[in-house]
């Protein structure tokens, strides 16, 4: 018996009806509706005698190599080597673990620790660093951030002198210099006016509805905080400056998802709009009541996304990038360059503190008092090591190029490679399933969807 075809790519059949199924190949870009006929032909193609494949059967197969799912494949190779030396392009300072709200589920606990400010010497040392590594890598633009477990902009003082010098030793080293930030949105109109000078854009954080901002996100009275972060909202729309909105879902909102999308899109002029479910970590777990259902969640976020499609806004998850291949879910595991306010370097955004005990392994180096970057490199072997092609839990799973294998800081225990499947995993997979099928359907656009689905369903038997 000769065998004339072969599986030779990444390929996943996930269920679609009860005649249907959706065959999918991430790397090769291949999506399509098929019958159960031509799965269970593909389950056995590689000891098929093809003597007796009708003509239809027939095909089918040959229109999948045509498509390069048999015989041969030209699989996008998103695999890339971990880079001989650290030398990352881009850097995110935290400037504080101080911050102006009391948000009831803050991951840092923000402003319940002793005061820390980043002092002077490990900001302009960290960036002399960026701008060395941007020419020894050749290339023209360097990028800085403000993040952490505080509010990033209150510093201010420090933040304007920080952005300055960095602009500065850029236009010396002719490089391109974009400057962004996470934030509450607690800003007065002149740092506003500064900021819109300087910066290339925010993200701010806003839960919604302006009775869910004012109860998870009060300021230390107690007091909402609403009336200032639409104030800050305005002014960006006033001025055009481009910002995204990222809003917690909880148990209080998760219920009028679709209201905070339709009052966010009718009073704002965001293009961006990210919903993440709230995660059981630093204050709220004094409050997991907040944590929200999480089919619930996934409802809708469904009923969401079709309306943000409709408006042109980009509804986004962070378990559910399905415009992307990629084989981390972060740059925790890609040498992130993350500046703590006390010098040391950390890849995770949620691990910022020495006090974290996740920050044994996040914390992978430290500005030392001379002002240079002292990497622990067994530590930096280990996180580039833990990109989801070598994790065994997500081998067989058709999400993992698009979620990279989960969030580490979320997995529960310090197995970073070890088995996944808690709820944000299965969040993922089915966000990640839904949206593969409306691609197939048509009803997102995809290069290869339209052509295929038509193509193959000519060839069904």
């Known amino acids: 018996m000769e065998t004339n075809y072969k599986i030779t790519c990444d390929l996943f059949s996930l269920p679609y009806d009860d005649f249907n199924q959706i065959l999918y190949a991430p790397r090769l870009g291949f999506i399509s509706i098929v019958n159960n006929d031509l799965v269970n032909l593909l389950a056995d193609v590689e000891t098929l005698d093809v003597q007796i494949l009708n003509q239809e059967q027939k095909a089918a197969l040959d229109y999948l190599h045509k498509k390069n799912l048999l015989n041969g494949s030209s699989e996008m190779n998103i695999v890339s080597p971990t880079l001989i030396e650290y030398e990352p392009t881009m850097l995110t300072l935290f400037p504080t673990n101080q911050c102006n709200l009391r948000c009831k589920y803050c991951y840092a606990s923000a402003g319940d620790f002793k005061p820390l400010t980043m002092d002077w010497f490990y900001a302009t040392n960290a960036i002399d660093t960026l701008i060395n590594?941007?020419?020894?890598?050749?290339?023209?633009?360097?990028?800085?951030?403000?993040?952490?477990?505080?509010?990033?902009?209150?510093?201010?003082?420090?933040?304007?002198?920080?952005?300055?010098?960095?602009?500065?030793?850029?236009a010396k080293a002719e490089l391109k210099i974009s400057i962004f930030s996470a934030t509450n949105g607690l800003l007065s109109s002149s740092?506003?006016?500064?900021?819109?000078?300087?910066?290339?854009?925010?993200?701010?954080?806003?839960?919604?509805?302006?009775?869910?901002?004012?109860?998870?996100?009060?300021?230390?009275?107690?007091?909402?905080?609403?009336?200032?972060?639409?104030?800050?909202?305005?002014?960006?729309?006033?001025?055009?400056?481009?910002?995204?909105?990222?809003s917690t879902i909880s148990s209080l909102n998760?219920?009028?998802?679709?209201?905070?999308?339709?009052?966010?899109?009718?009073?704002?002029?965001?293009?961006?709009i990210h919903f993440e479910p709230l995660f059981y970590c630093g204050r709220c777990k004094t409050t997991n009541s907040l944590s929200p259902e999480m089919e619930k969640f996934i409802e809708n976020f469904i009923k969401c996304e079709l309306k943000a499609k409709e408006c042109g806004i980009t509804l986004v998850y962070s378990g559910c990038r399905i415009d992307n291949l990629t084989t981390s879910f972060c740059g925790a595991t890609q040498d992130n360059f993350a500046l703590t306010p006390d010098g040391y370097l950390t890849t995770c955004y949620e691990v910022t503190s020495k006090d974290d005990p996740k920050s044994d392994t996040f914390f992978i180096g430290k500005i030392t008092e001379n002002g240079q970057v002292e990497i622990d490199e067994s530590k930096r072997k280990y996180l580039n090591s833990l990109s989801v092609d070598n994790l065994a839990y997500c081998s067989d799973c058709f999400a993992k190029w698009h979620c990279g294998g989960e969030c580490i800081a979320k997995l529960g225990h310090t197995d970073y490679s070890g088995p996944r499947g808690h709820d944000r995993c299965k969040l993922n997979r089915h966000l990640i399933k839904n949206r593969l099928i409306n691609i197939a359907q048509g009803n997102y656009s995809h290069q290869e969807s339209n052509s295929t689905n038509k193509e193959i369903k000519e060839n069904q038997f």
């Open 254 to 272: 998760v219920d009028v998802m679709e209201n905070c999308l339709d009052y966010i899109i009718n009073n704002y002029k965001t293009k961006t």
């Open 133 to 170: 590594n941007v020419k020894k890598r050749g290339s023209k633009s360097v990028a800085l951030g403000f993040h952490g477990g505080g509010e990033p902009l209150f510093p201010w003082e420090l933040i304007k002198r920080t952005v300055e010098y960095a602009e500065e030793q850029s």
């Open 191 to 246: 740092q506003l006016e500064w900021i819109i000078q300087h910066f290339s854009n925010l993200n701010i954080s806003f839960d919604g509805l302006p009775h869910i901002q004012d109860i998870q996100r009060p300021l230390p009275n107690g007091k909402g905080s609403f009336e200032f972060v639409n104030r800050t909202i305005k002014f960006l729309d006033d001025h055009q400056f481009n910002y995204g909105l990222r």
